[in-house]
């Protein structure tokens, strides 16, 4: 399963540490991954250096890193299919994004409509790493020739960033990176939050209410929901432009319940939002409870979860090296098999 054992193709995609796994994370990404293991040759990341890019406490840092492990293989990842690793056990990452930094413009990473927003919100904290962002996602995808990268629709900017960079690199040094597509789900996965339904469903968001963790109780669940906004007019009706909360509702319990929008208009027709919220939550927690159980049990085994992320740098760097040697011998380093002491010889 390392590196091109099959011809099926590269999936490679990854989430940040940066806060609890959120519901969001898992209808809009997590659970797709879990499908698209069956027919494609996936490596799914903790992308713990991406997190740095907002400050982080060691701490807290190393128990998400941990317990998101826990809950990718209580989702449904396995790690027997899929390559599962941490992104900082495997240093061609940050190997790689040092050298495609200088492939990359600083125009093009101003532009990047991310970085302004973030920029914008966190003015104590404007760092280098935040800029630069989009080099190391590059670096994730680039190193194991990746052919989709499974992504929301915020990311997407992201992913041409990183075909620029390698049809440039490419264009310099021959053909050393596979370009790869952004792999977008269908409607129905953008969960956004419950409290601002016009922005997506995020751990950074400001008000905690506006989110659903995978880890949630269920009581804490059920009032969430609760307090979840809806829209003028009683009716449950997907219309995403006149009534984005409810549609956000519908769009989650579609997902959980796996209904079509139609058969849940007709669920409750003639009943108002608060039996509607009350089966979502219903339905949500009793999607959520198998996930949160087995992680639970999961994160008990340290030394079961240790033995998954060692396994999976294992795999992950193999693949990794590969192209980064390539790389390196493009641009003209000297080989590193001939340095006997240089301690990242890997091979
Ligand atoms: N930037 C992505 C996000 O915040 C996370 C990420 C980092 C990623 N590296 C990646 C996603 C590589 C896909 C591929 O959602």
Redesign the pocket.
Known sequence: MDGKATDKKII?????PSGALTLGSYLGAIKNWVTLSETYDCRY?I?DM?ALTSRQNPAELRRRAIDQLAQYIACGLDPEKSIIFIQSHVPAHAELAWVLNCYTMFGELSRMTQFKDKSAKNTDNINAGLFT?PV??AA??LLYQTDL????E??KQ??EICRDIAGRFNGIYGDVFRLPEPFIPKVGARIMSLTSPESKMSKSDEDPGGCIYVMQKPDEIMRAFKRAVTDSGGAVRFDPVQKPGVSNLMQIYSAAAGLSFEQIESEFEGRGYGDFKLRLGEAVVELLRPIREEAERLAADRAHLESVYRQGAEKASRAAEKTLRKVYRKIGFIEKKDVPSCPSIRN
């Open positions: 490679f995609s990854g989430i940040q990341c992308v991406h962002y190391l996602m994730d995808i990268v499974p992504v929301g915020d990311q992201h992913v």
